[in-house]
């Protein structure tokens, strides 16, 4: 990766950081870009993908209706404000 694409990269993430920081991290993503470089050269063409190479039987449960014994206990605890329950700030 060129130091421009990393500087505009680094930009972009809205991220600053020092010099050697910048450059373990650039080191790090030229490794990995590598890495898949490396993969992109494995000749494949003569198998076929395997998207589920072992079949998994779909089990689904059964939808029922099952009534809470006491609606009202629900919303004893929260706090309400013009008809619209107020969660927690996060």
């Given at each position: ?39 992109d050269g494995v000749e494949c063409s003569k198998y076929s993908p395997a998207y ?13 209706h099952e009534p809470f014994p006491e609606p009202g206990k629900l919303l004893k ?14």
């Amino acid at each position: 990766m060129e130091n421009e694409d990393f500087d505009r990269l680094l930009k972009i993430c809205r991220l600053s950081m020092e010099k050697d920081a910048k450059d373990k991290i650039k080191h790090d993503i030229d490794e990995i870009i590598a890495y898949f470089n490396s993969i992109d050269g494995v000749e494949c063409s003569k198998y076929s993908p395997a998207y589920q190479p072992i079949s998994v039987p779909a089990r689904k449960r059964p939808d029922r209706h099952e009534p809470f014994p006491e609606p009202g206990k629900l919303l004893k605890n929260s706090k309400i404000y013009r008809f619209f329950i107020v969660g927690p700030k996060i």
